[in-house]
T-cell receptor
Framework: AQSVTQLGSHVSVSEGALVLLRCNYS??????LFWYVQYPNQGLQLLLK??????LVKGINGFEAEFKKSETSFHLTKPSAHMSDAAEYFCAVKDTGNQFYFGTGTSLTVIP | DTAVSQTPKYLVTQMGNDKSIKCEQNLGHDTMYWYKQDSKKFLKIMFSYNNKELIINETVPNRFSPKSPDKAHLNLHINSLELGDSAVYFC??????????????FGQGTRLTVV
């Protein structure tokens, strides 16, 4: 079965600092990997997705993620955090049966 | 134009009542889902439908019954509501099995509070 693990349920960074949110996946076949963001009282919004075209994926709002097969990782980064980045972030993997499996989420706090 | 819309956005009801949440998608997707998000933000898949057929029914009490009248709609009916049913319920949709690299689109959620 597919699964993802997000290390760190809470991450705090200073405004302007690097954001690094970790995600490791478990998949027996080439995975389809996604990062979603959830702002307070809203639904999940796609940040970016890996679909095997390129290992470095750029998403919205300056976020990017790098797929590393040797480490089974798909960590999310942003060079400089903004206050508006404060939200819940979810990593997800999709199997060949069209089912999504979400990580437990990481709450990002940005300190002014 | 809202891609995935669910109603109501908020639902407060008493224990023992029966309630429904409606979901509609205008994306032409074949697969629809219901997720439950608890107070710790954990997202748990409840049901998955593909072309109106049930694909996944996770360990959800049979008080929860999904209904898909057509592939654009997936409603969730809950009987005999319990305090533990309080959560945010999300509807989502994605393209079918022929497009495995496509993402899921989520509705805005329904915050259910059982008192």
């Amino acid at each position: 079965a597919q699964s993802v693990t997000q290390l760190g349920s809470h991450v705090s960074v200073s405004e302007g600092a690097l954001v690094l949110l970790r995600c490791n996946y478990s998949s027996s076949v080439p995975p389809y990997l996604f990062w979603y963001v959830q702002y307070p009282n809203q639904g999940l919004q796609l940040l970016l997705k890996y679909t095997s075209a390129a290992t470095l994926v750029k998403g919205i709002n300056g976020f990017e993620a790098e797929f590393k097969k040797s480490e089974t990782s798909f960590h999310l980064t942003k060079p400089s955090a903004h206050m508006s980045d404060a939200a819940e972030y979810f990593c997800a993997v999709k199997d060949t049966g069209n089912q999504f499996y979400f990580g437990t989420g990481t709450s990002l706090t940005v300190i002014p | 134009d809202t891609a995935v819309s669910q109603t109501p956005k908020y639902l407060v009801t008493q224990m023992g009542n029966d309630k429904s949440i409606k979901c509609e998608q205008n994306l032409g997707h074949d697969t629809m889902y219901w997720y439950k998000q608890d107070s710790k933000k954990f997202l748990k898949i409840m049901f998955s439908y593909n072309n109106k057929e049930l694909i996944i029914n996770e360990t959800v009490p049979n008080r929860f019954s999904p209904k898909s009248p057509d592939k654009a709609h997936l409603n969730l009916h809950i009987n005999s509501l319990e305090l533990g049913d309080s959560a945010v319920y999300f509807c989502a949709s994605s393209q079918d099995l022929r497009a495995p690299n496509t993402e899921a689109f989520f509705g805005q959620g329904t915050r259910l509070t059982v008192v």
